[in-house]
């Protein structure tokens, strides 16, 4: 365990910003309240305000952290700089990338006219759990370099701005392929569509890629969401959650699930502009206010294991309480998402990890690889890094690297 050991103290980097921010004592992390927190009931049952408010200032530190080091994407509140959802994170186009890799024909999904929404993505026949039914190279590819800071993209000069490089953009680009981006929704702009506009509703990203992409831009939002996508060799890659139906929609959520409806409701009117009405925001007053308590439940969870990771004495114990926990909670209010199981039993392996249960490590770190198949391939990278943690030769020298990037993978969404 001696590299791991040795790995992990890369979390050392992550305590002068914290400790800069003045949010909280590291003492207090490491032994004191997540601790007792661990120990005690920390998630289902009620936390106390005192926790409460220390959590939520650790975890302020950590997602401001977290997003000055591009590990995790903004959250919850208000939507400000990059959020987990489409569009949020709009960079200047580089090139176009088309001819890179060739729009593939898939047969699975069509697009048609639904009403109010506009183009949505359907099922053409029935499709099964963890199947790909979509591959798709952007249009116009984003550079990682632009820092796409939302508010400032929605000021009038960043969006003129944004809307002349794009045009400038599309001079390059082919006539059928300007077509297909003046086809796609702008909700951004009454009347006349902008190339801004277009951008704004449109874009994606996803983990390390993104872009302008003419068929994934076609799925709507839900809150219950279906499909998952994934960035994997220069493309958007679609996966079906769990079994679909012939005829059913398939949606992907743009924003953070784990928020209440009107903080959810929220985000899409300003981002967005629509008013969501999907199975979940449709439930009736009390079973809307009990879904709100479960997706609370889990976003304190989900930060609880994040803060374990960077520093909790019973990280073990943190993991086999918390994890098990979120992912019936997973069951019970999001369809059991693989994505989101895949994130819960990567960070609980992390955890064991430090615990040094090799046992504990390997079972998170397998259910993570099975999780991590359904919601991104069999052969996506991760897939393959939880594989060979569950498999686990723990002393490489190939051990070592590959947790350094687990490590900030397990921070993103
Ligand atoms: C990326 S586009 C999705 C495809 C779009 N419906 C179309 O016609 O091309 C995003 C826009 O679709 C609409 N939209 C997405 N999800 C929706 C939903 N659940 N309910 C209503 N409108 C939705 C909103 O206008 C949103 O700004």
């Keep these: 365990m001696a590299r791991i050991v040795r790995a992990m103290d890369v979390r050392a980097s992550f305590w002068p910003v914290l400790e800069a921010g003045k949010y909280l004592p590291r003492e207090n992390i490491t032994t004191g309240r997540l601790h007792r927190a661990g120990c005690g009931g920390f998630g289902r049952a009620s936390l106390s305000s005192e926790w409460a408010n220390t959590l939520t200032r650790a975890c302020v530190a950590l997602a401001t952290f977290s997003r000055a080091a591009g590990i995790v994407r903004e959250r919850g509140g208000r939507p400000r700089g ?92 082919s006539e059928e392929q300007q077509r297909r981006f003046w086809s796609l929704a702008d909700s951004h702009s009454p009347g006349q569509k902008t190339a801004a506009g277009v951008a704004l509703t449109n874009a994606l990203q996803l983990g390390t890629g993104g872009g302008l992409l003419c068929r994934s831009a076609r799925f709507n939002h839900s809150c219950l969401p279906n499909v998952q996508g994934t960035w994997a060799d220069g493309c958007a890659e679609w996966r079906a959650l769990r079994d679909v139906s012939a005829g059913e929609e398939l949606c992907f959520s743009y924003v953070d699930p784990y928020q209440t409806d009107v903080q959810r409701q929220e985000t899409l009117e300003l981002l967005f502009k629509f008013k969501c009405q999907c199975p979940v925001c449709s439930l009736e007053r009390e079973a809307r206010e009990t879904s709100n308590q479960t997706r609370l439940q889990l976003r304190e969870l989900n930060e609880g294991l994040q803060l374990a990771v960077i520093g909790a004495d019973d990280a073990g114990y943190v993991a086999e309480r918390l994890v098990p926990e979120m992912l019936d909670l997973l069951d019970i209010e999001l369809g059991g998402s693989s994505a989101l199981k895949t994130k819960a039993l990567h960070l609980g392996f992390l955890l064991a ?21 359904v919601a991104y391939g069999p052969n996506s990278d991760r897939a393959k890094m939880l594989q060979a943690c569950a498999e686990g030769d723990y002393e490489s020298e190939e051990f070592e690297d590959m947790l350094l990037e687990m490590q900030s993978e397990a921070f993103a969404s």
């Design 82 to 173: 990059r959020v987990t959802t489409r569009g949020t994170r709009i960079f200047v186009p580089a090139k176009a990338v088309d001819e890179v890799v060739k729009e593939e024909q898939w047969k699975s999904i069509e697009v048609e006219h639904l009403g109010d929404k506009g183009f949505g993505m359907v099922a053409a026949r029935p499709i099964r759990r963890g199947e790909l039914v979509l591959r798709e190279a952007p249009l116009l590819g984003l550079p990682e370099s632009f820092d796409g800071d939302l508010e400032e993209l929605m000021n009038q000069t960043s969006l003129r701005q944004l809307d002349a490089d794009l045009r400038q953009a599309l001079e390059d680009l």
């Design 353 to 373: 990890l430090e615990s040094e249960d090799e046992d504990l490590a390997k079972n998170m770190a397998q259910k993570a690889y099975e999780h991590a198949s």
